[in-house]
């Protein structure tokens, strides 16, 4: 059974940090893409972040450039998100998600595995 966990949200002040962490466990094979998506109140869920099985390849959304960034530890089977310089409009449920393939992709319908989601919430 494939879980996706998790953790780190919560309420911070415009400009500040946190990290959001992503346990995985039962997943048929380590090599798979890992993303990052949100989802905002009244709006559809978007890209954030992926990141490559080897944390050589990442890809980011335009509007979190340079302030976050993704990576990973396959042998502690977690993927990280690190937000920098958070604004108001980074108010969002975020998700972890997986792929079944080595393949990069911004698309949700290409990731096969999902998380429960951690409320992050920026305060102006």
């Known amino acids: 059974q494939v879980q996706l966990v998790e953790s780190g949200g919560g309420l911070v002040q415009a400009g500040g940090s946190l990290r959001l962490s992503c346990a995985a466990s039962?997943?048929?094979?380590?090599?798979?893409?890992m993303g990052w998506f949100r989802q905002a109140p009244g709006k559809e869920r978007e890209f954030v972040a992926a990141?490559?099985?080897?944390?050589?390849?990442?890809d980011y959304a335009d509007s979190v450039k340079g302030r976050f960034t993704i990576s990973r530890e396959n042998a502690k089977n977690t993927v990280y998100l690190q937000m920098n310089s958070l604004k108001p409009e980074d108010t969002a449920v975020y998700y972890c998600?997986?792929?079944?393939?080595?393949?990069?992709?911004?698309?949700?319908?290409?990731?096969?595995?999902w998380g429960q989601g951690t409320q992050v919430t920026v305060s102006s």
């Open positions: 998600a997986a792929r079944g393939t080595i393949y990069m992709s911004q698309s949700q319908r290409h990731y096969d595995y």
């Open positions: 990141v490559s099985w080897s944390g050589r390849t990442t």
């Open positions: 039962g997943l048929p094979s380590m090599t798979n893409v």
